[in-house]
């Protein structure tokens, strides 16, 4: 059974341009989450995806930040217009209910140029 | 308001000690505690968990301690071996929410 998979696993980008992450979660696994790691800092939780919903979103940013979890594929987060302050590590997690353990991918790698 | 705390951002101790790592949490509606392991340039990896009906979870050399009236858990690490260091991150969440608020981590050495 193949964990999360997170790709790309280093993303380079200058500034105003996209960023497109993808998150596939564990098999069996319906519940995605998105956290954001700063440099020096610990894990801060932006979303919580359902198959096409979005359950809680408090910690995305207004502006630029949108996830979806489409019926099919993986979920992507999107990061429109970067700006070096999104330079960060962005891991994805997965758990098969709402409410237990939560398995983690290996992360994402934003540097904005 | 950051409603997960770990005080110590580092911690060394020998092989065979024991290592406790330390968290404090604010909201007492948290009813879910778990502990991660992360290497660098890994995701974080599930250790243990504990639920608020309990105060004591073990597994293996791994044992979480839960004081809800401190607002309190600790994890122990017996004996601590050279493999153990990496950055552990305390997290607690409401089962009927889903998303979880980590601390900041404690980097843990395990020196030979």
């Known amino acids: 059974n193949a964990g999360v998979m997170q790709n790309p696993r280093h993303l380079v980008r200058r500034r105003g341009q996209e960023a497109r992450l993808r998150c596939s979660p564990m098999?069996?696994?319906?519940?995605v989450y998105w956290y954001r790691q700063l440099p020096e800092e610990g894990l801060k939780f932006m979303v919580y995806?359902?198959?096409?919903?979005?359950?809680?979103e408090s910690g995305m940013p207004k502006e630029r930040f949108s996830a979806e979890f489409p019926k099919e594929g993986p979920s992507i987060l999107r990061i429109q217009q970067v700006v070096r302050g999104d330079s960060a590590a962005y891991f994805c997690?997965?758990?098969?209910?709402?409410?237990?353990?939560?398995?983690f991918g290996p992360g994402t790698r934003l540097t904005v140029l | 308001d950051q409603q997960v705390k770990q005080n110590s951002p580092s911690l060394s101790v020998q092989e065979g000690r024991i290592s406790i790592l330390n968290c404090d949490y604010t909201n007492s509606m948290f009813d879910y505690f778990l502990w991660y392991k992360k290497y660098p340039a890994e995701g974080p990896t599930f250790l243990i968990s504990?639920?608020?009906?309990?105060d004591k979870n073990e597994d293996g050399r791994f044992t979480v301690f839960l004081n809800k009236s401190a607002k309190h858990l600790s994890l122990h690490i017996v004996p601590s071996q050279p493999g153990d260091s990496a950055v552990y991150f305390c997290?607690?969440?409401?089962?009927?929410?889903?998303?979880?608020?980590f601390g900041d981590g404690t980097t843990l050495t395990v020196k030979p």
């Open positions: 997290a607690a969440l409401f089962t009927n929410a889903g998303k979880s608020t």
């Open positions: 997690a997965s758990s098969p209910t709402g409410t237990d353990t939560q398995y």
């Open positions: 504990i639920s608020s009906i309990k």
């Open positions: 098999k069996g696994h319906s519940h």
């Open positions: 995806l359902q198959k096409e919903n979005i359950i809680d």
